[in-house]
């Protein structure tokens, strides 16, 4: 009879009784299988022992004539186990460990979920469990943080539970402003604590496992004053980082996600050029989840994959336009941004004498000069404060911006046929990119517009635009652009009477109004001193 321990007071003393009525049939013997503790708690909710121990171990020791303990499953005998089962499981899935990834788990496994794994039947369920959603996960997560995460999963569901509710704060999205002034890391782990005591963790296996998502989550890694490393929590495809948290808690690569492979091959179609089923969704997903798959091509970049960067650099250039992805760091990063960031890395990628060629061909297109000019500049200026202009020491530098000012001029000539006022948003920052690559040129193509039917103010009032922030209508770098197109001393020649003369009437146009005072604001003082000026004596 196995199992008695199961039973419900009532059933064990039924079943107690009918072993005892037929117990003395010739050559009938009874083998009995409970768990002994278990067995004395239920004993002791029965009226016939009470909640006497003493008494139910002496009516436990009445019944059993020969005990027969089970062999203590040792470490080592646990290890084996853990280990065949284990090697079993990725065996049957076609995956293995790498080095580092048997030296994370020997870790996870040695100091916290060996001690919980103490039965055949716990290690056989862990296993089991495993073996039972990582069919569809096999490449697309890092082995090691699934494994962790069946865990949790499988002995401490509350906290699995809680990861969902906490995903920004673990993989460092969350846009609330308190988790960035936190407190000490003291106090941070001991909020974790209390949210673990929440979810249920007994007391005995807080600390074992807050240390087990400190392996997962490097928010909690710093919690713990140990600090965290996110890239290399990315580099493994782990629960970690945004771009894979997902995959863990669906048991699978989401409809709106990339499997490995399929990423692998849409960047080998961009590369030949030869199109794809592949390429052609990883250019939806370039448009709809910019920021993940900016950071999974670059990721790839750093593992040493060979991405074809004019190839990629082609792409961003003719979707750039057509970005319709959700800014992130708290609203402050948007898809157009992240693109801009990473498209220099892209261009100096490429050898010199390939990076002419690859800038005039993304600035095929109007949204791609755009984006060419500011790669260039980015790219000849890695501060991105130098110089308002392309710096043109390298030939190949200088070529490129040839062949971009061309593309430029190309882009805005239908504008020269209408009115300023007429200008799109498009043809604005077309402008604005042109004072980069060619200063004296836009000038003069301005100066001619301007003696040819533009007015001065709603040309400004179409390229000066409302900070999305709150920052001046004109800060430093609107400044420093006004002086490349028009220099501040014809800006401030052509509005004096506007600037100056009181009889001149204001215009109606709030935005106008705005640029004037803005301009008579950074206007400098001529009377004022300064260290280079002689001051006369009196």
């Known amino acids: 009879m196995d199992d008695l321990d199961r039973l419900t007071p009532e059933e064990l003393l039924v079943v107690f009784k009918l072993i005892r009525l037929v117990g003395h049939l010739p050559n009938v013997y009874y083998l009995v299988s409970f768990d002994e503790q278990t067995l004395l708690d239920v004993l002791q909710r029965t009226d016939l022992v009470g909640s006497k121990d003493q008494r139910a171990r002496e009516f436990l020791e009445e019944l059993i004539q020969v005990r027969l303990d089970l062999p203590a499953f040792r470490d080592r005998d646990v290890d084996a186990m853990?280990?065949?089962?284990?090697?079993?499981?990725?065996?049957?899935?076609?995956?293995?460990?790498?080095?580092?990834?048997?030296?994370?788990?020997?870790?996870?496994?040695?100091?916290?979920?060996?001690?919980?794994?103490?039965?055949?039947?716990?290690?056989?369920?862990?296993?089991?469990?495993a073996g039972a959603t990582l069919g569809s996960l096999a490449g697309e997560v890092d082995l090691v943080d699934f494994l962790i995460v069946t865990f949790l999963r499988t002995s401490e569901s509350g906290v699995y539970r809680m990861l969902g509710r906490h995903r920004g704060e673990l993989t460092g999205t969350s846009i609330d402003p308190a988790l960035r002034h936190d407190a000490r890391p003291g106090e941070r782990a001991e909020r974790w604590k209390e949210r673990l005591r929440r979810a249920g963790v007994a007391d005995d296996n807080l600390n074992g496992v807050l240390r087990l998502l400190g392996l997962l989550f490097p928010a909690v890694q710093q919690a713990v004053g140990n600090g965290g490393d996110s890239r290399a929590v990315a580099r493994r495809r782990g629960i970690g980082s945004p771009d894979y948290f997902d995959r863990y808690v669906v048991f699978t690569v989401p409809a709106d996600d990339l499997p490995e492979a399929a990423f692998a091959q849409a960047l080998a179609q961009l590369a030949a050029g030869t199109g794809g089923d592949q390429a052609t969704e990883l250019l939806v997903r370039l448009r709809e989840d910019t920021h993940r798959i900016i950071r999974r091509i670059d990721q790839a970049r750093d593992d040493g994959v060979d991405v074809s960067a004019a190839a990629v650099l082609q792409a961003l250039a003719d979707n750039y336009g057509q970005l319709t992805a959700h800014p992130e760091a708290m609203g402050l990063l948007g898809p157009d941004r992240r693109v801009r960031?990473?498209?220099?890395?892209?261009?100096?990628?490429?050898?010199?004498?390939?990076?002419?060629?690859?800038?005039?061909?993304?600035?095929?297109?109007?949204?791609?000069?755009?984006?060419?000019?500011?790669?260039?500049?980015?790219?000849?200026?890695?501060?991105?404060?130098?110089?308002?202009?392309?710096?043109?020491?390298?030939?190949?530098?200088?070529?490129?911006?040839?062949?971009?000012?061309?593309?430029?001029?190309?882009?805005?000539?239908?504008?020269?046929?209408?009115?300023a006022t007429n200008l799109t948003e498009q043809e604005c920052e077309l402008i604005w990119m042109w004072r980069h690559t060619d200063p004296d040129g836009i000038r003069t193509w301005l100066r001619d517009r301007l003696q040819n039917g533009w007015e001065l103010l709603p040309l400004l009032a179409k390229l000066i635009t409302p900070a999305q922030y709150p920052e001046p209508l004109i800060n430093d770098d609107t400044w420093a652009g006004l002086d490349a197109m028009f220099t501040h001393d014809a800006l401030y020649a052509r509005l004096t009477s506007h600037l100056d003369n009181p009889d001149t009437p204001q215009p109606a146009d709030q935005r106008q109004a705005d640029i004037l005072q803005a301009l008579r604001d950074h206007r400098p003082d001529p009377h004022q001193t300064t260290p280079d000026t002689p001051q006369k004596n009196p």
């Open 82 to 129: 853990a280990t065949r089962i284990l090697n079993a499981l990725l065996d049957s899935h076609g995956v293995s460990m790498t080095p580092e990834q048997e030296r994370r788990f020997s870790e996870a496994y040695f100091r916290h979920l060996q001690d919980r794994l103490r039965t055949p039947r716990a290690v056989k369920r862990y296993f089991g469990q």
């Open 341 to 419: 960031f990473f498209a220099p890395a892209l261009l100096l990628d490429l050898s010199p004498d390939q990076r002419p060629a690859a800038v005039a061909a993304m600035a095929t297109t109007p949204a791609g000069a755009v984006l060419a000019t500011r790669t260039l500049h980015r790219a000849t200026n890695p501060d991105d404060t130098a110089s308002e202009h392309v710096t043109a020491t390298e030939e190949w530098a200088a070529q490129a911006r040839d062949a971009l000012t061309a593309r430029l001029a190309e882009h805005l000539a239908p504008a020269t046929e209408r009115p």
